[in-house]
């Protein structure tokens, strides 16, 4: 089977030398035991076709609701990020919804096959719940096939799917890899979803190095309205530059885009990688300053917090009818 390949070539670490490199000559921030999660989510029991809901639940798992649609992205309940559940990083907090707090999901988006991204154990579980759609790269159905999983779509980049008149899934372009054994490197494709309801745009970058392939994504879709961007697993930088974005390239990527807002994930869940559990939103605040961007453009929110969205019009109507319930965490999405 062919493998896949970014367009803008990545200067890659050699993998076994420089990964014994990394784990015998850095020394990563200790991370704590366990974190308990500072929010509870606050979930709508109606939506607008000019709203957005989203709760970070942890890692890149985000449950996205839009009117008539609940989307899930990566989801990752398991205590580990690895095979069987057993080998790989273990989670330091919960999740900040439990599998049975979710309501029924529609579509869930799966971005790569790394275990941190496509845990089956909960890929399982969300199909016995409710049967959603599975929208997931090229070369990626069969892991979902395997364990009965049925209603599967495959895209490949710029590949959009329609799910009704008013909402369209795209896969987007990542600047990644991927890899489940010893022997697939590369063998499935990897990307980002941009997501299409009413006049809305919602970008979801995956997981991702940062490339020109977001100038890209602005050049053929327009300005995001909303972009979830990934901003932690980034040290050391000269091993882990090819596969993730630090904070300040996320900022960057944020500009690219021409996101009206942006949301950090991707981290505070599993130590992967040298920095610190605080580091991320440390680095994505010295990110933003060095930019001469405000805080309130690209914000780390809490595991388990539920986070409102609108256009100027809608807000507008909720505050003078004083219906708006979400108004400390609410953002307007156009201007």
């Not at 839009?66 to 273990?90: C, H, M, Q, Y």
Request: proline share 7%.
């Amino acid at each position: 089977m062919p493998r896949f390949q970014n367009w803008e070539p990545q200067e890659k670490p050699s993998a076994l030398w420089d990964l014994i490199k990394w784990k015998f000559t850095t020394r990563p921030v200790p991370w704590p035991k366990k974190v308990e999660n500072l929010c509870k989510p606050q979930l709508p029991a109606v939506i607008d076709k000019e709203e957005v809901f989203s709760t970070f639940i942890n890692h890149s798992t985000l449950l996205i609701q839009l009117e008539k649609l609940n989307i899930l992205t990566d989801p990752i309940f398991s205590k580990v990020a690895g095979p069987f559940s057993l080998l790989g990083p273990r989670r330091v907090r919960p999740p900040g919804l439990t599998l049975a707090e979710l309501p029924k999901i529609d579509v869930v988006l799966i971005s790569h096959n790394h275990y941190d991204h496509l845990d089956l154990p909960s890929v399982k579980a969300l199909w016995k719940k409710d049967q959603p759609l599975f929208i997931v790269p090229l070369g990626n159905k069969k892991y979902l096939k395997s364990h009965g999983i049925r209603n599967i779509v495959e895209l490949e980049w710029w590949q959009e799917h329609s799910l009704h008149a008013d909402a369209s899934i795209t896969l987007t372009p990542a600047r990644h890899w991927s890899k489940r054994t010893l022997w697939d490197s590369c063998k499935a494709l990897w990307g980002g979803f941009l997501v299409r309801s009413h006049s809305l745009k919602i970008f979801f970058a995956g997981d991702t190095s940062y490339s020109t392939h977001f100038q890209k994504i602005r050049e053929k879709y327009g300005k995001m309205d909303l972009s979830f961007l990934p901003i932690g697993a980034y040290e050391p930088r000269w091993f882990m530059k090819a596969f993730h974005m630090n904070p300040a390239e996320a900022v960057q990527a944020h500009l690219d885009l021409e996101s009206r807002l942006s949301i950090g994930i991707h981290f505070g869940t599993f130590r992967l990688t040298d920095e610190g559990i605080d580091d991320p939103v440390r680095h994505l605040n010295e990110g933003l300053s060095h930019a001469q961007l405000t805080d309130d453009v690209f914000i780390a929110p809490e595991h388990g917090q539920t986070m409102y969205y609108a256009t100027a019009t809608l807000l507008e109507r909720k505050l003078a009818k004083k219906h708006l319930r979400y108004l400390r965490t609410s953002y307007q999405l156009d201007t």
